[in-house]
């Protein structure tokens, strides 16, 4: 009914930026929360950053004042900007987002986007 699509993962060197995207179609009435997870191997999937529905920001501890998160309601799209990248901030990113679709409330996740970063 609802669909995530993630963009813009890459190699990228250590001190650089990225900025991913992830669009959400379908069914869709409203979005809640978005948020950005990674996640590296033999690891927890662990929350990056969430926005509000209201466009509230939260942040884990390990990327505030690096990364910024942003959301284009009329697009149902929220952005992830990495700046000052670190090698430990190389993982697979994923989009998740709490979607009213009718009466449903879903709990969706994208594919994932790699993120490199090198030293």
């Known amino acids: 009914q609802v669909q995530l699509v993630e963009s813009g993962g890459g190699l990228v060197q250590s001190g650089g930026s990225l900025r991913l995207s992830c669009a959400a179609s379908?069914?869709?009435?409203?979005?809640?929360?978005m948020d950005w997870y990674r996640q590296t191997p033999g690891k927890q999937r662990e929350l990056v950053a969430r926005?509000?529905?209201?466009?509230?920001?939260t942040y884990s501890d390990s990327v505030k004042g690096r990364f910024t998160i942003s959301r284009d309601n009329a697009q149902n799209t929220v952005y992830l900007q990495m700046n000052s990248l670190k090698p430990e901030d190389t993982a697979v990113y994923y989009c998740?987002?709490?979607?009213?679709?009718?009466?449903?409330?879903?709990?969706?996740w994208g594919q994932g986007t790699q993120v490199t970063v090198s030293s």
């Open positions: 998740h987002a709490d979607i009213y679709s009718d009466v449903e409330l879903l709990s969706s």
């Open positions: 379908g069914r869709i009435f409203s979005i809640n929360n």
């Open positions: 926005i509000s529905g209201t466009g509230i920001p």
